[in-house]
């Protein structure tokens, strides 16, 4: 019927003022009004496309979905042509015959992903921390306040800029995802400010769904900076109390879903969207279903303190390996059965897969980092360290603030349809990874590195003795003379051990 821009905008409302049918995008938009006579009749058809696609008829009722696409095509004018035509719109029901292959899995591993950004944060936090030898309180307070400035300042001129969306960026759907930006905005920027998002629910998909994450690595954050400091000289029993919070954390999360049509995991494709809308806002935002990835980080730097330099046997060794990569390889493919089942799973199951899920991913976080800190994991730790990161791991968090709304309003304002294929969604994967990559630059120059010197200017205090390793060297493992240091009492706070030592032993 024509382009977007070849379409005039029709809304026709009832006597009530209530829109009934609107003509957009060349489309003709009919609301069912609940009435379930037309799906019973479409049904059969649909399940031609595939066997599970009853099974999604709940999204087509959804009010927070916009619905389904159908082609209209006359018998006495229509061709092979036309009908090819309609199937190449974009073919969503292609997302549920790619989950019928396993190695379609690994592109929903980005969920787990995110377990590995906590992770990370707890095992750099005790490592800033650890350096620490002034008052335990002093201490404590000055951290919650500089990283508040450093996670805040930059998410709102983040949101500011968006606000400037309008003047640069438009398309068919563009006023509804500002007027959604503006009204989120309005509602929860103090949820944002005391970081707290993550504990107030949105019944649709947020235009910055991803900043949950802010507020649950702030509350983890705290949580782990209280242990790490009342029981600083004690290490044991900080490794005890992260253990108990970690089995407690696991706990909770479990019993969070007992009982209710919430999944163990994120699942991307569920058969009602109120299945993994909840899940969302009601499991995996909350700090307790990534508990035990965050304090597994601190452990894992104590256990890299103590063991960092002890001599283990190679035997050992092949079998920490395989123990960490056989817990991952589970983590990852046993969801294959949730994505071609449409059917419950018994509560023991659903219990168990929530409790054990990030534990047996710890497991294989652990040892990896463990390995890598200890020049234990060969060419993986010699890549890792390569000087090429260095540069994108300083942009890494303005990219993850950008790449949510940023992948969304692409999909708002297209004028044509997409069609879901691999080729496309890769192509959309590169596209997104460049322009945040250069967006991300920007916001460092004008926010993120400004506000990084004036706030270390402020509270970094100035202290004598041996040099401490910069973050740009804890990144890369190197000096600024390109050598990789050595793993002393100087470098890292652990037993100088000559014939380990050596071997050049780095972060």
């Given at each position: 019927m024509g382009a977007y821009d070849e379409c005039i905008e029709t809304v026709i409302q009832n006597e009530d003022g209530l829109e009934k049918v609107r003509a957009q995008y060349c489309n003709l938009h009919v609301q069912s009004g609940g009435d379930g006579f037309f799906l019973e009749e479409l049904l059969p058809a649909l399940e031609i496309s595939h066997k599970r696609l009853k099974s999604f008829a709940g999204y087509l009722n959804d009010k927070r979905l916009t619905g389904i696409r159908l082609g209209v095509c006359f018998i006495s004018e229509c061709t092979e042509r036309d009908l090819q035509s309609i199937v190449d719109i974009s073919r969503l029901v292609n997302a549920l015959h790619y989950f019928e292959h396993w190695h379609t899995l690994i592109v929903t591993f980005g969920y787990q992903a995110v377990d590995t950004f906590f992770f990370l944060s707890g095992f750099f936090i005790y490592f800033k921390l650890y350096k620490e030898n002034g008052n335990r309180l002093f201490v404590g307070v000055m951290a919650i306040i500089r990283r508040f400035i450093r996670v805040t300042v930059p998410t709102f001129f983040m949101i500011m800029c968006m606000y400037l969306l309008p003047l640069v960026a438009s398309g068919p759907n563009s006023k509804d995802y500002y007027s959604r930006f503006y009204k989120e905005i309005q509602d929860h920027w103090w949820d944002l400010l005391l970081?707290?998002?993550?504990?107030?629910?949105?019944?649709?998909?947020?235009?910055?769904?991803?900043?949950?994450?802010?507020?649950?690595?702030?509350?983890?954050?705290?949580?782990?900076?209280?242990?790490?400091?009342?029981?600083?000289?004690?290490?044991?029993?900080?490794?005890?109390t992260f253990a108990v919070l970690s089995l407690l954390f696991c706990a909770i999360a479990a019993w969070q879903i007992y009982g209710t049509i919430m999944t163990p995991f994120l699942v991307a494709v569920t058969p009602s969207f109120s299945t993994f809308i909840n899940t969302l806002n009601r499991y995996y935002s909350r700090p307790f279903y990534h508990g035990v990835c965050f304090f597994s980080g601190c452990v894992t730097f104590l256990m890299t303190q103590k063991y960092g330099t002890r001599k283990i046997s190679k035997v050992l060794q092949g079998a920490c390996w395989c123990l960490g990569l056989s817990c991952g390889l589970y983590c990852l493919f046993m969801k294959h059965d949730w994505y071609r089942s449409d059917g419950r799973a018994t509560e023991a199951r659903r219990m168990l897969y929530a409790f054990t899920d990030r534990i047996l991913w710890s497991i294989c976080l652990s040892w990896f980092v463990f390995a890598c800190a200890s020049n234990r994991a060969g060419p993986v730790s010699r890549f890792l360290s390569w000087e090429g990161f260095l540069p994108l791991s300083r942009l890494s968090f303005g990219v993850y603030l950008i790449h949510s709304p940023f992948f969304l309003l692409s999909s708002h304002i297209a004028r044509e349809r997409i069609f879901y294929s691999h080729y496309t969604l890769v192509s959309a994967c590169f596209s997104v990874i460049v322009w945040c990559y250069i967006l991300a630059y920007m916001m460092f120059v004008a926010c993120e590195g400004p506000i990084s010197k004036l706030e270390m200017l402020i509270f970094a205090r100035r202290k004598r003795g041996p040099p401490v390793r910069k973050i740009s060297e804890l990144a890369s493992g190197h000096n600024e003379d390109g050598r990789a240091p050595p793993f002393t009492k100087d470098t890292y706070p652990v037993p100088a051990d000559p014939a380990h030592m050596e071997k050049g032993c780095r972060l």
């Open positions: 970081l707290i998002r993550n504990w107030r629910e949105d019944a649709f998909i947020a235009t910055l769904p991803h900043l949950w994450y802010l507020s649950s690595d702030f509350q983890l954050f705290l949580v782990s900076l209280i242990v790490i400091q009342t029981f600083k000289t004690k290490k044991w029993l900080v490794t005890s």
